[in-house]
């Protein structure tokens, strides 16, 4: 923690109501922070003093932070809402490039942007530095958005998202889930009705001489299948994979969502296993481990022999107990067709349901003419678009119905005629 000078505080603050907006921040941040924890921290501030920044740091800090991985979210959002304007105007930088013009010596790390978005958003930054009188005021959040705006940005293409409307849409996204339906075992539970356990009713009235006295029952125990999410990462799939990483990182760590575990492996010219990295609680810390072992991000795409990895290495670890596979790819593949066909047919009997998602089927005129997603399609259970956060929900809508095939039969006629 760096030495720290003397807190300025406006003439007449307002603590109860300064730490409450700064408790408000770290929340929209993702950091649990409930009323009790707000009153505890005004409290102990009121009883150590707030004479220097560092106490005022470390009393906030031991209210507020009670897992390792909320620090540096905690660390930025306090530098930027107790009065630090020229860290408050390289990370609005980082935020928005756009309005800037310019990109920033020092590329923002784990936790920062979220850190800015939290605290900033809806605000903005003007070029040139505030004057001493202004560094005390502040800061006006605006977080209202309209019905109408939102439900335009669930229809706009992640590609053509500005950089303010991907920042919204990765706040959405983290707030969907993907519900999956549960599957009946062969294993059997005890119940008040369904089939009869001759065994335990026997049993039972054995105690009594014979006597049948209660029957017991069972159902069939229920369980839950894994996800397994195969991106493609390739220069053409770059920007859909970022985003579809991000929202599965929500699903891997959502609570009680129905999946046993979402494994995630990434694709382009070799295959990487990044179940790990989804793990870790900050997406922006996930998603930087994940990049950094994956280092086939936007170059070429060999979808077949990445198949062929996945089949050979991992699909008797993951795809046991009716996983349910999520192909996200274009289906743009340089090798040969038939090896693709033949490890796509191999993926399909190993999952209960096999899904592609394909960002191309934005395109109304699209059709299979390339030789891989020709090769691709008679082996998928169900082909859908997933190019906007409208085709994401539709997707978390139907994926537990068996019945659901999208668009590959209207794709499959094309193909046969």
């Not at 590329?107 to 920062?112: F, N, P, R």
Request: charged residues 25%.
């Amino acid at each position: 923690m760096p030495e720290y000078a003397p807190l300025d505080l406006p003439e007449h603050p307002k603590l109860a109501g300064n730490i409450a907006h700064f408790a408000r921040a770290l929340r929209r941040a993702g950091v649990p922070i409930g009323p009790g924890r707000l009153i505890d921290a005004i409290e102990a501030v009121q009883a150590a003093g707030f004479t220097e920044k560092r106490d005022f740091y470390w009393t906030l800090h031991a209210c507020f932070v009670s897992r390792p991985e909320h620090r540096a979210v905690f660390g930025q959002i306090f530098r930027l809402y107790w009065r630090d304007p020229r860290y408050l105007e390289h990370m609005m930088a980082a935020m928005l490039p756009a309005v800037r013009g310019v990109q920033e010596d020092r590329a923002a790390q784990a936790a920062e942007k979220r850190a800015a978005e939290a605290l900033l958003d809806g605000a903005t930054v003007s070029e040139t530095e505030p004057d001493e009188d202004e560094q005390g005021t502040e800061i006006e959040i605006d977080a209202s958005l309209t019905t109408s705006a939102d439900e335009q940005l669930k229809s706009l293409d992640f590609e053509q998202m500005s950089t303010d409307e991907m920042a919204r849409a990765k706040a959405m996204l983290a707030r969907m889930t993907l519900p999956v339906d549960s599957i009946p075992s062969r294993r059997a539970a005890l119940a008040h009705s369904g089939r009869i356990d001759r065994a335990r009713s026997l049993r039972a009235a054995m105690r009594f001489g014979g006597e049948m006295r209660d029957l017991k029952w069972v159902q069939p125990k229920l369980r839950y299948p894994n996800l397994v999410v195969l991106c493609d990462i390739s220069g053409s799939m770059s920007q859909y994979s970022r985003v579809v990483l991000h929202f599965l990182h929500s699903v891997a760590n959502a609570k009680g969502a129905g999946w046993a575990r979402v494994h995630a492996f990434t694709f382009g010219t070799r295959l990487t296993n990044i179940t790990r990295h989804l793990g870790t609680r900050d997406v922006d810390a996930a998603l930087r481990a994940a990049g950094a072992e994956a280092q086939d991000w936007e170059g070429g795409t060999r979808i077949g022999s990445c198949l062929e990895a996945f089949n050979r290495d991992w699909s008797r670890r993951v795809l046991g107990q009716g996983a349910v596979v999520l192909l996200i790819t274009d289906g743009l593949d340089r090798g040969e067709a038939d090896d693709l066909a033949r490890q796509m047919q191999r993926l399909h009997l190993s999952a209960r349901r096999l899904i592609w998602i394909n960002p191309l089927l934005r395109w109304d005129e699209f059709a299979p003419k390339a030789r891989g997603i020709a090769a691709m399609l008679p082996h998928v259970d169900s082909f859908r678009a997933g190019h906007s956060i409208a085709s994401l929900e539709e997707l978390a809508a139907v994926i537990s119905r068996r019945d659901d095939v999208g668009e590959r039969d209207r794709l499959i006629r094309m193909l046969s005629n």
